[in-house]
Nanobody
Framework: QVQLVESGGGLVQAGGSLRLSCAAS????????MGWYRQAPGKQREFVAG???????NYADSVKGRSTIFRDNAKNTVYLQMSSLKPEDTAVYYC??????????WGQGTQVTVSS
């Protein structure tokens, strides 16, 4: 079993910063992808940022230049540093990890609320 535990969400004013963390535990080997998605009320879940095993990263246009994704392989942890936050960044943020071949694992989500 693989468990993902997210942390770091909360309430922040527009223009502020947050760092989200997602720690994976359990029977994990060969993590190929670690990423963050978000879902705002009434909207579909969308991709935010991802990082591959070779360290290459990809970002949604909506957060590019304001967010940085990075990982600590020793801790099986992925982070999302977000700055210059906007009210439209308000959503539940989910961590996703692909590992163990075809394994696809999601965290329980952490709420990020940006007040104007």
């Amino acid at each position: 079993q693989v468990q993902l535990v997210e942390s770091g969400g909360g309430l922040v004013q527009a223009g502020g910063s947050l760092r989200l963390s997602c720690a994976a535990s359990g029977s994990i080997f060969r993590i190929s992808f670690m990423g963050w998605y978000r879902q705002a009320p009434g909207k579909q879940r969308e991709f935010v940022a991802g990082i591959l095993s070779d360290g290459s990263t990809n970002y949604a246009d909506s957060v590019k230049g304001r967010s940085t994704i990075f990982r600590d392989n020793a801790k099986n942890t992925v982070y999302l540093q977000m700055s210059s936050l906007k009210p439209e960044d308000t959503a539940v943020y989910y961590c996703r990890i692909r590992a163990n071949g075809n394994g696809d694992y999601w965290g329980q989500g952490t709420q990020v609320t940006v007040s104007s």
